[in-house]
């Protein structure tokens, strides 16, 4: 289905009923129903919005669903989502993931996540130790003969 039919089918039978064919679909697809998207439905505007964004992405992406789900798998894994991790690593498995692949996109997460952590600190110390008020205030040199 496109996008202006998803769109179309929404005003046609409305967000309330929009709502239960997603969410009974994402049921029959993963066996159950995220824990966002059972709050998001009680408003049910909101679920969709959030959905055909999701849909507006995932559908038109150049990468298969298995790519997608070990994405969403990484990403759940770096931001230390359980939640998140565990549900894609299920939908990557149906999407036919094996389990080296679920292993290497979690040990590949960790590592850039690591890298994220260590970038970002070492830099805000060499911002802060560049300006060290204190060590000018007590005459201390700071060696910035590297810069």
């Not at 999407?95 to 080296?100: C, K, L």
Request: proline share 4%; charged share 25%.
């Amino acid at each position: 289905m496109t996008f202006e039919e998803d769109l179309s089918r929404i005003v046609e039978s409305g967000a309330d009923e929009a709502c239960a064919g997603w969410l009974k679909a994402i049921e029959q697809e993963y066996g159950k129903i995220p824990l966002i998207f059972q709050r998001m439905a009680e408003r049910p505007e909101v679920l969709v919005s959030h959905l055909l964004y999701k849909d507006s992405v995932t559908k038109t992406s150049p990468l298969g669903p298995k790519q997608i789900e070990l994405t969403c798998l990484a990403v759940g894994a770096a931001l230390k989502c359980p939640h998140c991790t565990g549900y894609h690593m299920q939908a990557a498995l149906k999407m036919g993931a094996s389990r080296e692949e679920i292993l290497e996109t979690v040990l590949i997460a960790g590592l850039i996540s690591n890298s994220s952590v260590l970038a970002n600190a070492y830099r805000v110390i060499d911002d802060k130790l560049a300006k060290c008020v204190p060590c000018e205030t007590q005459g201390i040199i700071l060696d910035n003969s590297d810069e």
